[in-house]
Nanobody
Framework: QVQLVESGGGLVQAGGSLRLSCGAS????????MGWYRQAPGKQRELVAT??????NYADSVKGRFTISRDNARNTVYLQMNSLKPEDTAVYYC??????????WGQGTQVTVSS
């Protein structure tokens, strides 16, 4: 079992920045994909960004504003969020895929952007 611990959410004004972090509790595991999803009230969970060893993928709505990165030695994924907008307000969930077969999710961290 892998537990994901998220941090970095909070309240910020529009135009501001936040950095989310998510670390996996176990070492020695083969993490294929790491990423972030978000869910706003009344909406479905949606992809924000993912990262593998060779590529990154972003939702169109965050391209140019958000940057995903990972530290493989620490099994940690980061999401740098700049130029935040009120529509970025959501609960952000960390995601990892281990070994190409098992998915794990974090507990979620609230990001609120005020106008």
């Amino acid at each position: 079992q892998v537990q994901l611990v998220e941090s970095g959410g909070g309240l910020v004004q529009a135009g501001g920045s936040l950095r989310l972090s998510c670390g996996a509790s176990r070492s020695g595991i083969s993490i294929i994909t790491m990423g972030w999803y978000r869910q706003a009230p009344g909406k479905q969970r949606e992809l924000v960004a993912t990262i593998t060893s060779i590529s990154t993928n972003y939702a169109d709505s965050v391209k140019g504003r958000f940057t995903i990165s990972r530290d493989n030695a620490r099994n940690t994924v980061y999401l740098q969020m700049n130029s935040l907008k009120p529509e970025d307000t959501a609960v952000y969930y960390c995601y990892v895929n281990v070994g190409g077969s098992r998915d794990y999710w974090g507990q979620g961290t609230q990001v609120t952007v005020s106008s």
